[in-house]
């Protein structure tokens, strides 16, 4: 099965808030089909700027960014730290983006301890970056599917760091480029009713 190759539908039909959130919620979502146009450099760093404003425990800022723009030297470098799957339908973003997390704090003293929520800050800081990309008309795509393994050395991280993903930064493209497979999957999800996961007092309840 696959969709029409068209670009245009309209979010509600497939997404319904239960109360009144701001549509900028609703209406992000993370599609795999781009069209590989170029994305201005201030739009990019207007985007990470809203990550730089995300909150974290005791305001030490764990998120570091590690990203190319198509064209870019570095561009197949990054392209190629994707697995095979979201390499194929990735390349064709306008901009990649690795997010990277302290996992050590520094003491006064000089002195690191481990940090604890190194990688729940980071997610806070993918979720602004992800929702001012929305507001400038772009749609982002996280994903976890990334070489962890080689990126230290291909991007010349300190080992302290922690990979948690990439996102992919882009303007929508036709879905019938995407394989087969994809295409029928190239629409927006649902979300769980807020009775499924958030309790009064008690888990479950």
């Known amino acids: 099965m696959t969709i029409q190759s068209t670009k245009e539908f309209q979010i509600s039909d497939h997404r319904t808030a239960g109360h009144g959130v701001d549509p900028l919620f609703v209406d992000r979502w993370s599609p795999r089909a781009f069209d590989g146009s170029d994305m201005p450099e201030a739009d990019l ?14 305001n030490v800022q764990p998120w570091r960014f590690v990203y190319a ?28 983006v690795f997010l990277l997390s302290d996992t050590q704090i520094d ?31 772009y749609h982002t795509h996280a994903m976890a599917g990334i070489l962890t393994e080689d990126i230290h050395q291909a991007l010349n991280v300190p080992s302290r760091f922690k990979p948690e993903i990439a996102f992919a930064i882009g303007k929508r493209g036709d879905a019938a480029a995407l394989a087969e497979g994809l295409q029928a999957r190239e629409l927006p999800s649902p979300r769980k009713p807020l009775a499924e996961i958030a309790f009064n007092g008690t888990f479950g309840a």
Do not use: M, Y
């Not at 997610?123 to 929305?134: D, R």
């Open 45 to 58: 760093k207007t985007i990470l700027e809203a990550a730089r404003w995300a909150p974290s425990a005791f």
């Open 69 to 96: 723009r198509r064209g870019d030297d570095s561009w197949d470098t990054l392209v190629n730290l994707l697995n095979p799957f979201n390499k194929d339908w990735a390349q064709h973003a306008s901009a990649l």
């Open 107 to 137: 003491g006064q003293n000089g002195e690191t301890r481990p940090a604890g929520t190194n990688s729940f800050d980071a997610g806070a800081a993918w979720a602004q970056a992800a929702l001012q990309a929305s507001s400038l008309g």
